[in-house]
């Protein structure tokens, strides 16, 4: 399966501005959709936002949509998560995975081992 490798997170204020990279291994990547997932320990993986396999749709959750921007480069095997206007609620682990359609949000796997994002007041 598709292995992938987020970086990125980091410690910001409610307000700034991180960016998120996925990296993934093997050429199956291009024929695949990508997403972005968090996590809060305890609780369930929640959707972030969802982009087709080459890169023409987009899919977001209502509480990011205008803030956060989804984006791959097929060429790098690399997905990216702009996220801007940080809150607090934003806080989480971010994870990457793959899947046979954008749409399909409870249907993506080959998760990764996340990066850390935290948001302070």
């Known amino acids: 399966q598709v292995q992938l490798v987020e970086s990125g997170g980091g410690l910001v204020q409610a307000g700034g501005s991180l960016r998120l990279s996925c990296a993934a291994s093997?050429?199956?990547?291009?024929?695949?959709?990508m997403g972005w997932f968090r996590r809060t320990p305890g609780k369930e993986r929640e959707f972030v936002a969802t982009i087709n396999w080459n890169g023409d749709s987009t899919y977001y959750a209502d509480f990011v949509k205008g803030r956060f921007t989804i984006s791959r480069d097929n060429a790098k095997n690399t997905v990216y998560l702009q996220m801007n206007s940080l809150k607090p609620e934003d806080t989480a682990v971010y994870y990457c995975?793959?899947?046979?359609?954008?749409?399909?949000?409870?249907?993506?796997?080959?998760w990764g081992q996340g990066t850390q994002v935290t948001v302070s007041s």
């Open positions: 995975a793959a899947g046979n359609s954008y749409r399909s949000t409870s249907n993506f796997g080959s």
């Open positions: 093997g050429r199956a990547f291009n024929y695949l959709a």
